[in-house]
């Protein structure tokens, strides 16, 4: 696939085969298209952790425990102890900090641009990705489950699994461009 063709054919979906788990390598390929995003000072800021299996659901866990103890709706925290379980894979992106809240901005900011690159070699492979957020008092929780280091930011948590659809995009604002000659 056309690099411009995945740019505008990925959509945020979980339409996936349930049954179909991404293998370790595979993961680990993507993973690794990943790093190849742009990172000032070249401080390698991303962490990434596969979860499958029974971990969707003791992610979970964690994760509504959290939430519950930072006061979140139970409604939200009886929903997130299974929801990481609706994709055979999910991969937890993290952000280490930086040694100043700058280089903390840009080691989020290189993070940001190594997902786009993972979901973009995910399109081109057929493998359908969802980008979700951490919820905001479990950053601390999901690092340490995963074994990130303290203080590394949730950059967010991401469903895969190999596409059975993908849904039509809706249309895009059109580019506001300023051009200064
Ligand atoms: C930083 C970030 C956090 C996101 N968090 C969520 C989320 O928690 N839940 C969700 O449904 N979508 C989340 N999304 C996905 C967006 O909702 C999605 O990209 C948007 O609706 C546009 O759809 P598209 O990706 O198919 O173009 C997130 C996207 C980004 C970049």
Redesign the pocket.
Known sequence: MHVDDAIRF???TMVVDADRILERSLIEELCELATWAPNHKRTWPWRFASITAGARLRLGAVIADAMDAHGDDSTKVAKARTKYARTPNILVIGSVPGDTSERSAENRDAV?AAAQNLMLAATARGIAT????CPKGAHEAVARFVGFEPGTHIA?IFYLGWARDTPD?PARPPARVIHID
């Open positions: 990925r959509r945020t940001a969802y980008w979700g957020s967010g995009a």
